[in-house]
């Protein structure tokens, strides 16, 4: 509301002030309202900037991910794949960001059944990590388990659909067992397409921190208590009418 009074509905700064606010209600559970935020960001940015602007990207893919979390996966969908478009337009097809994005088009369609788009989008994402971060990086690493689990869906539902149109089985096709994302997972997936680091202090740094502001403290105190001894030693000098010692300037005879 200062944001908006101050700066203007239309000002940049109100639009990620409404970003940030949509991200505080979701980590509260309040999705409701982080969705209206949001829908409230990227109906400002479209006045703004028009539909072709990084910044959209980050809010198309901050309504993505929430929608994913309450499972209305094909808007979710729609979201994230304008993402990942506007992502490589303006990032680049190498980029981390379009690697991410890459990432959560395939965790949505996997959540829809269709594992051989998200095998194929989530393949981006394992090249990108692995040129740019290189094989051995736990980003990497992740997005290798990813694409086996994807690989191994993928197989178990082509034999069941391959089942059903032989005759094999007379059941109807199976139901897609759909493990709903967590609101932790969520709410980290958010923090990392936000650029939220959380920075993770051990006791053991505390302990050493506060040893180290403690040395500081005694050295300032002492060095205090020397300039002040100083100053009185000084004054006492030239209250007794003692000539204050001053350097000695030869001069120039020649």
């Known amino acids: 509301l200062m944001s908006e009074r101050v700066n203007g509905l239309e000002h940049p700064y109100t639009i990620t002030e409404y970003t940030h606010l949509a991200l505080y209600c979701f980590a509260n559970t ?10 409230r960001a990227r109906y400002l940015c479209l006045l703004v900037c ?21 499972g209305e996966y094909e808007i979710s969908l729609r979201f994230l794949e304008k993402a990942l478009s506007l992502n490589q337009k303006y990032q680049g097809s190498k980029s981390l960001k379009v690697a991410v994005s ?12 269709d594992f051989r788009s998200a095998l194929a989008n989530e393949k981006e994402t394992f090249v990108i990590y692995k040129t ?30 391959n089942d059903i149109y032989q005759g094999k089985t007379k059941s109807g096709f199976p139901p897609i067992q759909i493990q709903p994302p967590s609101m932790g997972s969520v709410l980290d997936m958010l923090n990392i397409i936000n650029g939220i680091l959380f920075v993770q202090i051990s006791q053991q740094d505390i302990e050493n921190f506060k040893k180290e502001y403690e040395l500081r403290q005694t050295g300032t105190k002492k060095s205090d208590a020397s300039e002040a001894g100083l100053k009185k030693e000084l004054e006492n000098l030239s209250l007794t009418g003692a000539a204050v010692p001053t350097p000695l300037i030869e001069e120039d005879v020649s």
Request: aromatic share 2%.
């Open 30 to 39: 309040q999705v409701s309202t982080a969705l209206k935020l949001l829908y």
């Open 132 to 161: 740019q971060l290189g094989e051995e990086h736990e980003k990497t690493k992740e997005s290798g388990e990813c694409l086996r689990h994807l690989t191994q869906q993928a197989v178990i539902m082509q034999k069941k659909m």
């Open 50 to 70: 028009g539909e072709n602007h990084p910044e959209l990207a980050l809010i198309d893919s901050n309504i993505g991910l929430i929608l994913h979390a309450v």
């Open 102 to 113: 890459y990432h959560l088009v395939a965790r949505t369609q996997s959540c829809m059944g």
